[in-house]
């Protein structure tokens, strides 16, 4: 009555005070002197006693939303809209439905005040709220808009940006998708980068557009060297262009400029291996000694460096390198010896040294003799070469390990039949027929090759004892 009928708006002041002080938790009294102060021009007062009456945790749970609502008006009247975005992120948590419309106005004015004043950081803030409130709505188109005036603007952070590529892949936008990958690329650091690079290649494998991603790791790894992982991520990538030499380079270039011992280690080896892959024999022979150098006893440098060498045509450096390593395992029998005795036989081989590949292929049979497919491979070798006992050693392996490989159990007796009947062997040359053709399935090459081996050795394939009939 004495605001309105009497307009005495001190004396109603007075009176909502006292009435405040007899009933603290009469959330009316609080709403009716909050606006009577604002009435009488004193918004702070009305904003303390509305907050003064959220502090109070003896007011009701669902007084809390109506006063948290009121604050967000006042704090907004006095024009502090971030304030007013805090209160109505607590009246959300009551009420989404009741708060939201007043907080994204409360965002939007927010926004608007922080673009006039050029505050990055609090436009980033209201405009991301802004956009997770769209994304909550399923308002994707809006929520992609509104992070995209952020990268525009040049306010978004790496977060900003991921969200942005999130979205736009959400919708089918690939091509965006893509921009907004490369652009998160440029502002993500350690395992988030390497991540990342991993999801753009992937992302660039679909749409082609492998040549931009590669470009966009390239960056990264210039700007972070340490960063070996965007490495592995290249290397399909330049396979895939054919660009094994440009990779070379560009570990190589990392290492000259890496502190790190280990690291630039692995970045000459990794060098070495790539440039032998790209034909480029005078930067893998370069990366690899600089290796050796650091370590001077690393098997895997060592045999690059060979294989280095092999492609210069530099037979006996190539060989050098190898028998050191050989004579270290001291004749124990392994695959890796087998497999260094097999570069020795490569090698051998392209010198045109016919004997020092077959001694080679020996040795190695040795070491693995349970591998097929080094057994086929001698095989082969030595029957080209007229060996019939190095032929002979490797066939038999194949029988008596029955090891998986080009050359089945089948096809090893029927070539140990050939190499017995060309030494006059014939009944071994039978016998070893004989098996071939009933080992081989029905029908088989094999067993049809067999088959004629044995007729013109005027010898029937052995059959089966027939059945006797049965007696009535």
Do not use: C
Not at 65 to 72: G, V
Not at 94 to 103: G, N, V
Not at 163 to 190: C, I, K, P
């Amino acid at each position: 009555m004495r605001r309105g009928r009497l307009a005495d708006v001190k004396g109603s002041l007075e009176l909502l005070r006292r009435a405040r002080t007899r009933a603290p938790h009469d959330i009316q009294i609080v709403e009716q002197l909050s606006r009577a102060l604002v009435a009488h021009g004193e918004l702070g007062a009305a904003v303390a006693e509305v907050r003064a009456a959220l502090e109070d945790a003896r007011v009701a749970r669902e007084h809390r939303l109506p006063l948290q609502l009121l604050r967000a008006r006042l704090e907004s009247a006095r024009g502090d809209h971030r304030a007013a975005v805090a209160v109505l992120d607590e009246a959300f948590a009551l009420s989404p439905d009741a708060a939201t419309p007043a907080l994204i106005g409360e965002l939007e004015a927010w926004r608007r005040d922080a673009a006039a004043a050029n505050a990055v950081a609090d436009i980033r803030e209201a405009t991301l709220r802004l956009a997770d409130l769209a994304r909550a709505a399923g308002d994707t188109k809006q929520a992609r808009r509104l992070l995209g005036e952020l990268v525009a603007r040049g306010a978004a952070d790496a977060d900003t940006v991921r969200l942005a590529w999130e979205l736009a892949e959400v919708d089918g936008d690939t091509d965006n998708a893509f921009s907004a990958a490369q652009h998160y690329m440029r502002l993500a650091e350690g395992e988030a980068q390497i991540a990342a690079a991993g999801q753009l290649v992937e992302l660039a494998t679909r749409i082609g557009k492998t040549p931009q991603a590669a470009e966009a790791i390239e960056a990264a790894l210039a700007a972070h060297p340490d960063q070996i992982a965007l490495i592995d991520l290249l290397a399909p990538l330049y396979e895939a262009a054919g660009e094994l030499g440009k990779l070379a380079g560009l570990l190589l270039d990392q290492a000259n400029r890496n502190a790190d011992e280990a690291q630039r280690f692995e970045q000459l080896r990794r060098a070495g291996a790539f440039a032998i892959q790209a034909q480029d024999a005078s930067l893998a022979i370069m990366a690899l000694n600089e290796a050796l150098v650091m370590r001077s006893t690393d098997e895997d440098a060592a045999l690059l460096l060979s294989d280095a060498y092999v492609l210069t045509g530099a037979y006996d450096e190539a060989t050098s390198l190898i028998t050191p390593l050989i004579a270290a395992r001291k004749g124990k029998a392994s695959p890796a010896l087998a497999s260094m005795y097999v570069r020795l036989a490569h090698i051998a081989g392209l010198a045109n040294d016919r004997a020092g590949q077959l001694a080679a292929l020996g040795h190695a049979l040795d070491a693995d003799k349970k591998n097929g497919e080094l057994a086929a491979e001698v095989a082969d070798r030595a029957e080209e070469a007229g060996d019939d006992e190095l032929s002979l050693k490797a066939l038999r392996l194949i029988v008596a390990h029955a090891s998986p490989g080009p050359i089945g159990m089948p096809e090893a007796f029927l070539r140990q039949a050939r190499i017995a009947a060309r030494r006059g062997e014939t009944e071994r040359a039978v016998m070893f027929a004989r098996r071939a053709a009933q080992d081989a399935r029905k029908g088989d090459p094999i067993q049809l090759e067999a088959r004629a081996f044995l007729e013109a050795q005027d010898a029937p394939p052995s059959r089966p004892p027939p059945v006797p009939k049965s007696r009535r």
